[in-house]
């Protein structure tokens, strides 16, 4: 019997993959590359397992486990330095790196489960900061034509929560990622209201840099926004939906009814999915099915307990999104990546 993914995985779910890689060394990559089996369906590849839902009978085909780690850095000139991340590096880990060199650029990640080769995935983002404004090349695997490539920005289709890497699962395994940051003792601009508040500072001021990435971290933490290391909350895979889209109309109602509404980087409004599922009757700490409850923090993050199983979140999820779908017209869209299912 194959590893099992419940192993591997923040919900702690999932039955065996038929076959399970761990890639640790980067110069072995060509090797690990050939090793799959199969009938030629490529590789899910796994890092932290932080947003990732396993089914309960397992995987068929090859599950990679990305866990190479490492970090450089090299001056540029003018202030600016280039970091090279290992994608099998801790997202937390590359921030404090970076906050220790004094480099401003991605300062408001910090707390943010998963690993580096992740984050252009789902172009992470927080405060106001995303991967993709520092980001400026990926060395990558093409697994339609066998051979390592260097992507720019300009070819990750980067938007909300988005790139090429997700809209065409399968396509590529990310293997390092390169950021220019810069030389600052101070952070960027704070531009969320309750991380000002965090901070104690006004909106638009430049915390120092340190002060800030720790104030993100325990503002998260308050918020229920990290994954604890144990405990009732510590089985989750983070936010369940991404902000929808919504139209006029729809953020009209929204905004009429006291909800947030907001416009991502390519100009599109989009609103709530905590404050939607909260209009349709979620609270914070309810039970959705057996072993499967809301967060205590918030109904976004779904936790699970013994006596779950994957087929119950699966459920929870689609029931979630139908609700609010039939409430309120707005189709929500999973964070949760799902395999095997």
């Not at 190479?68 to 850095?73: E, F, L, N, S, Y």
């Not at 895979?237 to 909800?259: C, H, I, K, M, Y």
Request: glycine residues 12%; proline residues 7%; contains cysteine.
């Amino acid at each position: 019997m194959g590893e099992f993914l419940a192993d591997h995985t923040t919900l702690r779910l999932g039955g065996p993959a038929d076959q399970f890689l761990t890639h640790t060394d980067p110069t072995a990559w060509p090797d690990l590359a050939r090793a799959p089996q199969g009938d030629g369906q490529t590789p899910f590849v796994l890092g932290g397992g932080s947003n990732t839902l396993a089914a309960d009978t397992g995987a068929p085909g090859t599950v990679i486990r990305m866990a190479t780690r490492g970090i450089t850095a090299r001056p540029l000139g003018q202030d600016g330095v280039e970091v090279v991340a290992q994608a099998g590096e801790p997202l937390g880990s590359l921030v404090a790196f970076t906050v220790a060199e004094g480099l401003s650029g991605v300062e408001y990640l910090g707390g943010i489960p998963g690993t580096v080769g992740a984050a252009p995935v789902q172009n992470t983002g927080a405060y106001g900061q995303q991967i993709s404004d520092t980001l400026t090349s990926i060395t990558a695997h093409d697994w339609q034509h066998g051979h390592t490539v260097e992507l720019l920005p300009s070819e990750c289709g980067f938007g909300y929560r988005s790139s090429i890497f997700k809209s065409r699962p399968g396509r590529w395994t990310i293997l390092t990622v390169t950021l220019r940051l810069n030389l600052s003792q101070v952070a960027a601009p704070v531009s969320y209201g309750h991380l000002a508040g965090a901070l104690d500072v006004p909106l638009g001021s430049q915390p120092p840099l340190a002060e800030a990435a720790s104030g993100v971290i325990a503002d998260r933490e308050t918020r229920g926004l990290t994954l604890p290391a144990s405990g009732p909350e510590a089985r989750q895979a983070g936010s369940a939906f991404l902000n929808p889209p919504v139209t006029d109309e729809q953020a009209a109602a929204v905004r009429a009814a006291g909800g947030p509404v907001h416009t991502d980087m390519r100009g599109v409004m989009r609103a709530s999915s905590g404050w939607l599922l909260t209009q349709c009757g979620y609270q914070p700490g309810l039970r959705l099915a057996n072993g499967v409850f809301c967060s205590a923090h918030r109904v976004l993050t779904v936790t699970v307990r013994d006596g779950a199983a994957s087929r119950d979140v699966a459920r929870v999820l689609h029931t979630m999104a139908s609700r609010v779908l039939s409430s309120t017209g707005v189709q929500l869209h999973p964070e949760i990546v799902t395999l095997g299912m």
